[in-house]
């Protein structure tokens, strides 16, 4: 299983910019997906997640500003970023809850316990 994260860049203050994040592989489910940042001599934090219908959550900072949505058939997970500010510089990784899959003749059962997935992390670079 990977998460491959793309869209990040460099944007004036006041732009926007789209990430976007595909998971691949022997999926069974997906549960929880999400995003977090980094920002230089920070920790990690979270930005946004989405549960598997489409409820979601979001850090104090970016609501308003940001959307996260999801397309389960293509297993995909989008951060609309908008009004961007300098201090959303970081870089951006996803993540997403996964059972893998075993397939059978029958069709896919679960092959393991949940467990959580990252991407390599794309960088999203603010100026002012």
């Known amino acids: 299983v990977q998460l491959q994260a793309s869209g990040g860049g460099l944007v004036q203050t006041g732009g926007s910019l789209r990430l976007s994040c595909a998971a691949s592989?022997?999926?069974?489910?997906?549960?929880?997906m999400g995003w977090y940042r980094q920002a230089p001599g920070k920790q990690r934090e979270l930005v946004a997640t989405?549960?598997?219908?489409?409820?979601?959550s979001y850090a104090d900072s970016v609501k308003g500003r940001f959307i996260i949505s999801r397309d389960n058939a293509k297993k995909v997970v989008d951060l609309q970023m908008n009004s961007l500010k300098p201090e959303d510089t970081a870089v951006y990784y996803c993540?997403?809850?996964?059972?893998?899959?075993?397939?059978?003749?029958?069709?896919?059962?679960?092959?393991?316990?949940?467990?959580?997935?990252w991407g390599q992390g794309t960088l999203v670079t603010v100026s002012s």
């Open positions: 993540n997403a809850a996964i059972i893998e899959g075993q397939m059978y003749p029958f069709g896919m059962r679960p092959a393991g316990y949940e467990y959580d997935y």
């Open positions: 592989g022997s999926i069974f489910s997906i549960n929880d």
């Open positions: 989405i549960g598997p219908v489409g409820r979601t």
